[in-house]
């Protein structure tokens, strides 16, 4: 079992960017693969990217390529979401999540109600 926390949301004007951090805690020698969604009001959560703890591979939504960057640091047990070029459609609450067996991001976004674990969000605020 593992817990997620993120931090670094904020308010940054179009064209700006962020970058988000997920703390991974608990029990975190299995292999996991950590996705990062994002929730604007009124619509469904939206995979965004993932990562394999073990390996460092990465997916991303076609959306996001080119301009958000997942990637992790193991001795820390961080992980992270480079937000580039960001636009005021990405304004959402932005969750981390943990999953002992999905990995790309496409399937976890299929799965999302039974992902293993779950971060509290980090709301980020993009102004045109």
């Known amino acids: 079992q593992v817990q997620l926390m993120e931090s670094g949301g904020g308010s940054v004007q179009a064209g700006g960017s962020l970058r988000l951090s997920c703390v991974v805690s608990?029990?975190?020698?299995?292999?996991?693969?950590v996705g990062w969604f994002r929730q604007a009001p009124g619509k469904k959560r939206e995979g965004v990217a993932s990562?394999?703890?073990?390996?460092?591979?990465?997916t991303y939504a076609d959306s996001v390529k080119g301009r958000f960057t997942i990637s992790k640091d193991n001795a820390k047990n961080t992980f992270y979401l480079q937000m580039n070029s960001l636009k005021p459609e990405e304004t959402a609450m932005y969750y981390c999540?943990?999953?002992?067996?999905?990995?790309?991001?496409?399937?976890?976004?299929?799965?999302?109600?039974?992902?293993?674990?779950w971060g509290q969000g980090t709301l980020v605020t993009v102004s045109s």
């Open positions: 999540a943990a999953d002992s067996t999905a990995c790309q991001i496409t399937t976890m976004a299929r799965v999302v109600d039974a992902l293993d674990a």
């Open positions: 990562i394999d703890s073990d390996d460092g591979s990465t």
């Open positions: 608990g029990d975190t020698d299995i292999s996991y693969c």
